[in-house]
């Protein structure tokens, strides 16, 4: 989702050997096969001891914590336990340091240096190419309710006297304008093909990524509704556009019914693998099927689904922001007791199991999403809406979804709505094998042309 599985755990600190030269933000490219994955270690001095965190920016992964980190005699060494990874390291003469990422038994060579790196420029068969024949432009626009300033491209064609536009919402964890994610550019494909098609388009960074202000880390998904109607405030502003509309991804494919639903200003809304589901349920069923796909016995997999919907219900039952962090962790703390393998299957003490999932779960994005009803803003949402999800997706699981979309358009009166899942599609809408998200990166494809060009047809059949 993007991944609405994506949780970002947040610092422990660690016991360590201060050193002065060490602090900062490390990164590096980690190359697996064809792939490059930017790897940042974060690493600072407090209260005499040095602690750090890991970023995987192009898994939408950030805040990881390090458990153990010492730096002597130029020899860095870093240990996570979840997910277990380890660093070891020399800092050499020229700045940079020098080791061997350790991951799954498989060992991959990292320099880490303070400078900015640059990946190989390896395009994607769907990447567009530059010329284009359209106008694209960088916009600055604001979010009042915010006070923060979010950039953006706006792409439009190049003939004609008014377009149709859409804004683009992305899905969860930090995105920037073309939803970039394990070498790929589904935004900036999405937005390629919609402008050529003679549709104008609004892409953005995501509150406090790239070139856009913000903090990512505190916002829900109604925070980030307002970043969307700062958007569709935007496009209002200009002469061309006749009339708005919005595609949302994922986590945006709930987004834009919660503004449709409201905004007399959205035309249309198209959801790409929404959700129709409540929260806590969604990823109970996405933990699942991902897991069973990854091989999971099903004794394995019952087990982790009890777990999971006690500790998503002590959530959800509990509206007091301390009273829930109480509850959790009595049920985390009674479920790891009976089942001490919760936490040592990750490698991790009693301790630390509890401490990381109780950050995960109460964080405000969290916390929002296992309550939220997407089927209480669709009710409301009387504009026409396409819903598109596809048959192997394993975090959105089409049949569920599609049929609670569709009976919150009906019981809201909307019948201008199509709702269709797409054969041999997953999450991102590549043609897949399983629908694994570890197929994600091995695919060349970045969005199925069956799926652009349904979008792009129904979109110019709803503003004729």
Known sequence: MKKLSSIALFTILSSALWAQNIEGKWQGLLKLQEIELTIVFNIMEQEDTLAATMDSPDQGAFGLAVQKISFQDNQLEMKMSMPSIQYEGILNSKGEIEGTFKQAGAEFPLVLTQNEIRKSIKKKPQDPIEPFPYRSQEIIFENSVADIKLAGTLTMPSEGDTFPAVVLISGSGPQDRNEALLGHKPFLVLSDHLTRQGIAVLRFDDRGTAESEGDFSAATSADFKTDVAAAVDYLKSQMQIRSIGLIGHSE?????????????????????????????????????LIGRAAGMKEVELKKARDFNRGAYAAVVNNSNDETVKQDLRKYLEESVAKNPELATANGLTEQIFVDQILAQLTSPWMMYFLK??????????????????????????????????EKALKAGGNSQYTVK????????????????????????????????????????????
């Not at 669709?378 to 049949?399: H, M, N, R, S, T």
């Not at 060009?453 to 004729?464: G, H, N, T």
Request: include cysteine; charged fraction near 25%.
């Open 421 to 464: 899942k797409l054969e041999k599609l997953n999450h991102l809408f590549q043609e897949a094998e399983t629908g694994a998200p570890s197929e994600y990166a091995n695919i060349e494809q970045t969005i199925a042309p069956e799926a652009l060009e349904l979008i792009s047809d129904w979109i110019l059949q709803q503003v004729k």
């Open 252 to 288: 945006g494919g709930i987004i834009a019914p919660m503004l449709a639903a409201e905004s007399e200003d959205v035309d249309f809304i198209v959801l790409m693998a929404g959700t129709g589901i409540r929260g806590d349920e969604l990823l109970v069923r996405q933990s699942e």
């Open 372 to 405: 939220y009803d997407p089927a209480e803003a669709l009710k409301k949402v009387d504009c026409p809406v396409l819903a598109v999800i596809g048959e192997k997706d394993l975090q959105v699981p089409a049949k569920v979804n599609l049929e609670a979309i």
